[in-house]
């Protein structure tokens, strides 16, 4: 039995170092994000500025298994968000990119639960 | 690696004007690196008027101020690069950048300017206590929000910070459909320029809270109030002034930081008052080659200033290509007595035209003192001002001969005098 | 003879101006350092106007709003109704800079013109 949780341990730790696909962007060399932006374009569009998180990286935190639904649930996968602005540039962007994905309004996004709405109608609604 | 004799990092009003400067100075091979998916930076989102007076002679709004630029950029064909993120400079002058379809590009430049603007100061940088609920924006979230993807981010809105910004953004919320209550400030006067008082609070009956900050927010998956309170002379809050108002949406415009994370990064010295790059008469960086104008080297109140100082700096980086740029640093500009900050930090009498804007804030608010500037010991200018404020940006001109005049002038200090 | 005190808007100086007024109309400005807040002065007391802006949605465009503004200025007491006209506009892409979006707002003969271009989607 410890074999095989060593085993599967080994295994976590190989693929956690497995090459440029589904990598972190920010940290590879400028070889590495160049062959990582040729091998998926999407790499290539920054969202999140002040730590440099891509496109890619987000999509890839909203599909992978328990996945991000929520602006607060990519911040946490990959950081989009956390720095210096605190998502003031990207919030808007990664709104729409879980609207997209997500197949929802972009009225239904939340921030970390259900409840924590961000957009509450469109222009004049109210008037 | 791509050759280009000047590299433009953002293509907002700076970048814009900056290379029409260039080109109008002899140099076509000039490209504009812009993130976004369209010129004209944040001018696109400030739909409201203000714009213009000084350059046109016109009053505009935002994205119309804008086209202008664009569409001599368009007429010029001055080549731009979208949705191409500036990721790296370095102190040869290698510039890197990332696109989708492009992929890692570089670019073996002769000058680079930086117009890279700025950002906003968010909520984590005031530590104001409670809960992380959604419904807190930075003004310029909001604006982005409400002006370009066309969504309300609120109902019933608190603003803190009387900036023009959040002025501007009181009147936004209010005429899209929003309840404004109130906007708060701590200091005992508004940041902002008062044309914005009169037309986004007083037109509205929205109240200027001054000398009042929010010390709370309650709510913990969306904003349901804040608690403000009055502060003392030293902006700490008084117990037992705190007022409870209710509302779902919290607004904040509380600064703007010129966004030098790539200039830090190359290692261009950094003025601290300003946040942005020290430069000298010609906007030339401590580096050399590198540039510097608009909201990125001090954040402006006029967008008029920033295309006269941009285009300033793409004359000025064709002058350095040109090797016709005198690198010593002859004339220190000092700020003193009640003034925050100057740009330029220095004057070099080969390079400056005819008349140089030197620009400046005070530090405080003053009523009926004098600007004065001295040339060593000598005062050259005495101009009474009936007022003086850290929210409006203030201009001496020095002009060249007196420059010629004193050739041993080590000092130049812009300072306020009671009388 | 009363006097009212108020902030010329014209530009950004923001100078503060001080008008003597009667029934007849305006009697004496001081404060202004040009002529337009002179005439801004005469008007802000008794008829005060404002220029409006606003966006609107639009159809099969590259961006989805498009900011416009009044062409000229409007009586500020005009200015809620005339937003509230807006609410049901849409206009469909391409969008020149200058066209007109909305005529005769509130009934007051000054159109709304789009304040940029925007193309249709492909």
Known sequence: MKRIIYLLFAVALFSCNSPLDKSIFEPLSVED?????????????????????TLAEIKDAIHRPVGATTIDGVKRRTRAGAGRCQGGFCSPKVLEILAKELHKDPREIAKFDQQAILLVGFDKESL | MINKDIVIIGGGPAG???AIGAYEAGNKDIIILERDNLLGGILNQCIHNGFGLHTFKEELTGPEYSERYVRKIKDLKIETSLETMVIDISKDLVVSAINEDKGLIQYQAKAVILTMGCRERPRGALSIPGYRPSGIFSAGTAQRFVNIEGYMPGKSVVILGSGDI??????????????????VEIMPYSGGLKRNIVQCLDDFSIPLKLSHTVTKIHGSTRV???????????????????????????LLSVGLIPENELSRKVGVIINPKTQGPVVSESLETSIKGIFAAGNVLHVHDLVDHVSSEAYLAGKNAVKYINGLLDEIKMIDIQASDGVRYTVPSSLNTNNVEDLTQVRFRSSDVYKDAYVSVYLDEERILHSKKRILTPGEMETVTILKKWLIERPNLKTITVKIEKE | MPTKELTCINCPMGCLLSVEF???????????????????????????????????????????????KTAIDI?????KQCVTELKNVKVEAPVEIGQVILENVCGTNVCVIATKSVERKK
Do not use: F
């Open chain 2, 166 to 183: 959040g002025l501007i953004m009181a009147r936004r919320m209010t005429l899209e459909g929003a309840n404004v209550k109130m906007v």
């Open chain 2, 224 to 250: 349901t109030g804040v608690t403000i309170a009055k502060v003392d002379d030293l902006r700490n809050p008084i117990n037992g002034t705190e007022e409870y108002g209710e509302c779902d949406t919290l």
């Open chain 1, 33 to 53: 994000k160049s062959k990582l932006i040729d091998s998926n374009h999407e790499y290539g569009k920054i969202i999140c500025r002040c730590e440099m998180v």
């Open chain 2, 16 to 18: 814009l004007a900056a």
């Open chain 3, 22 to 68: 009667d029934e007849t109309g305006i009697k004496k400005v001081t404060g202004n350092q040009c002529k337009r807040g002179e005439l801004y002065a005469a008007k802000e007391v008794i008829t005060p106007k404002r220029i409006v802006t606003s966006i609107v949605p639009v159809l099969n465009g590259v961006e989805d709003m498009v900011s416009v």
């Open chain 3, 75 to 79: 009586p500020k007491e005009l200015v």
